[in-house]
């Protein structure tokens, strides 16, 4: 018998036979040059429904208790912030903020479709000098979360044409961290950290290129306020010919942390509180040691936030620079407090380490003067442990004790400037 020379003829059904035509296409299925025309899909669906119909419907009331039961076990803001107590020393005034967002957050995705009240996302902005616990604030809250949640940097972005990101790319981290499930990323929050790094250069519009800046603010608006957006699956540049995946924004929560470093001049030129001749203007009540507490919108728009953004960003909250005490509470208190990461390195070799206070109260006099905040913290200890790190685990020791003069001697051999007490 002569071979059909026709596509279609060869195209069969492997169910019933059927060749394509006008209202019966055919489904290529895994297994090579094998086919199901769309009637027969059709009748598998319906015997499937047929045979699985009562397990279904009890899935579906499975389904629905579970989503009664997950509302009652959301953590109130209470909780939330006591969980942030227990790894992030201070800042109540951000864990307070961050607490109800999340919580809003939360009852947001459990609201009805069909309720007549929209619960709008607040999406939240955070400043804070380097090393005061905002990515750790962050990364803290994403173990409480039972929606996926990922922390993405904007100092990569760049405008589209550009060498670097796209904007669309930060949330392909986001649907990583979901298994690339659409709908359960939708629900998701994202972290956008170091997002004063977008600043634009002036507080005028840029009449040139601003590839890092203003463009990528431009970028974000549509992320922020709720849109569908076009994801590459594995980040980076999109190109025509590749594959995107849509994902509605519009429950994504998005919070924003950055130090604007310099911010403080702005606020306190908008409290008049400079240096003018040889006598401060400073008005009544105003605490010189931490402008920060007096951020406001205003004050991010001077800094180089554009108004659209600022206003996409309606929760605005700052984090106190850390005082002595609180650099001290950061060096033992948390759960993965510093010293209790070397107590459980040192305790694996069987040896107990001991810090003496006033070696302790050294550390966090260094902090200061290094003004490196609570990161200067590690990179201090680091640099008094590192001998003991390396020949401790050769030798036949059980115990070690670090003391004030141990410890400066191994500051001034890593090169730290150091001085005499």
């Given at each position: 018998?002569?071979?059909?020379?026709?596509?279609?003829?060869?195209?069969?059904?492997?169910?019933?036979?059927?060749?394509?035509?006008?209202?019966?296409?055919?489904?290529?299925?895994?297994?090579?040059?094998?086919?199901?025309?769309?009637?027969?899909?059709?009748?598998?669906?319906?015997?499937?429904?047929?045979?699985?119909?009562?397990?279904?419907?009890?899935?579906?009331?499975?389904?629905?208790?579970?989503?009664?039961?997950?509302?009652?076990?959301?953590?109130?803001?209470?909780?939330?912030?006591?969980?942030?107590?227990?790894?992030?020393?201070?800042?109540?005034?951000?864990?307070?903020?961050?607490?109800?967002?999340?919580?809003?957050?939360?009852?947001?995705?459990?609201?009805?479709?069909?309720?007549?009240?929209?619960?709008?996302?607040?999406?939240?902005?955070?400043?804070?000098?380097?090393?005061?616990?905002?990515?750790?604030?962050?990364?803290?809250?994403?173990?409480?979360?039972?929606?996926?949640?990922?922390?993405?940097?904007?100092?990569?972005?760049?405008?589209?044409?550009?060498?670097?990101?796209?904007?669309?790319?930060?949330?392909?981290?986001?649907?990583?961290?979901?298994?690339?499930?659409?709908?359960?990323?939708?629900?998701?929050?994202?972290?956008?950290?170091?997002?004063?790094?977008?600043?634009?250069?002036?507080?005028?519009?840029?009449?040139?290129?601003?590839?890092?800046?203003?463009?990528?603010?431009?970028?974000?608006?549509?992320?922020?306020?709720?849109?569908?957006?076009?994801?590459?699956?594995?980040?980076?540049?999109?190109?025509?010919?590749?594959?995107?995946?849509?994902v509605n924004t519009k429950n994504i929560l998005f919070i924003c942390g950055g130090a604007f470093d310099g911010i403080e001049r702005k606020i306190a030129q908008r409290l008049n509180s400079h240096v003018v001749g040889y006598t401060n203007s400073v008005r009544p009540?105003?605490?010189?040691?931490?402008?920060?507490?007096?951020?406001?919108?205003?004050?991010?728009?001077?800094?180089?936030?554009?108004?659209?953004?600022?206003?996409?960003?309606?929760?605005?909250?700052?984090?106190?620079?850390?005082?002595?005490?609180?650099?001290?509470?950061?060096?033992?208190?948390?759960?993965?407090?510093?010293?209790?990461?070397?107590?459980?390195?040192?305790?694996?070799?069987?040896?107990?380490?001991?810090?003496?206070?006033?070696?302790?109260?050294?550390?966090?006099?260094?902090a200061i003067e290094y003004k490196l905040g609570a990161r200067g913290l590690r990179s201090i200890v680091e640099s008094i442990m590192i001998d003991a790190m390396y020949e401790i685990p050769s030798q036949k020791v059980k115990n070690f004790t670090v003391t004030p003069?141990?410890?400066?001697?191994?500051?001034?051999?890593?090169?730290?400037?150091?001085?005499?007490?």
């Amino acid at each position: 018998m002569a071979k059909k020379k026709s596509d279609d003829q060869d195209m069969r059904c492997a169910f019933c036979g059927a060749i394509p035509d006008a209202t019966n296409i055919m489904v290529p299925s895994p297994i090579s040059n094998v086919y199901i025309c769309s009637e027969c899909v059709d009748h598998i669906q319906e015997a499937v429904r047929e045979f699985t119909g009562g397990a279904a419907s009890s899935s579906d009331k499975a389904k629905a208790s579970a989503k009664v039961q997950k509302l009652k076990e959301i953590p109130k803001p209470a909780e939330i912030c006591e969980f942030l107590n227990s790894y992030v020393i201070g800042q109540e005034s951000a864990k307070k903020y961050l607490s109800v967002a999340v919580y809003n957050h939360y009852k947001r995705l459990a609201q009805n479709a069909d309720d007549e009240v929209d619960i709008e996302k607040s999406n939240i902005i955070m400043v804070g000098p380097t090393g005061t616990g905002k990515t750790l604030l962050a990364k803290t809250i994403a173990r409480l979360l039972d929606v996926p949640f990922t922390i993405v940097d904007a100092t990569v972005l760049t405008e589209a044409g550009y060498v670097g990101e796209d904007i669309e790319s930060l949330l392909t981290r986001l649907l990583q961290a979901a298994d690339y499930n659409v709908e359960k990323a939708e629900k998701g929050i994202v972290f956008i950290d170091e997002i004063d790094k977008i600043a634009r250069k002036g507080d005028n519009p840029s009449i040139t290129r601003d590839v890092s800046g203003e463009g990528v603010q431009q970028g974000l608006l549509k992320l922020l306020e709720g849109s569908v957006v076009n994801v590459p699956p594995q980040g980076g540049r999109k190109h025509p010919e590749q594959r995107m995946i849509p994902v509605n924004t519009k429950n994504i929560l998005f919070i924003c942390g950055g130090a604007f470093d310099g911010i403080e001049r702005k606020i306190a030129q908008r409290l008049n509180s400079h240096v003018v001749g040889y006598t401060n203007s400073v008005r009544p009540g105003v605490n010189r040691d931490n402008f920060l507490q007096y951020v406001a919108p205003q004050d991010l728009k001077s800094f180089g936030l554009i108004p659209e953004i600022i206003g996409r960003l309606p929760i605005l909250t700052h984090l106190d620079p850390l005082d002595r005490d609180a650099l001290r509470r950061v060096l033992t208190e948390p759960k993965n407090a510093i010293i209790k990461q070397y107590h459980k390195l040192l305790e694996m070799d069987g040896v107990e380490l001991e810090f003496e206070s006033a070696t302790l109260d050294l550390i966090v006099d260094k902090a200061i003067e290094y003004k490196l905040g609570a990161r200067g913290l590690r990179s201090i200890v680091e640099s008094i442990m590192i001998d003991a790190m390396y020949e401790i685990p050769s030798q036949k020791v059980k115990n070690f004790t670090v003391t004030p003069d141990y410890a400066l001697e191994k500051l001034r051999n890593a090169n730290f400037e150091v001085n005499n007490l």
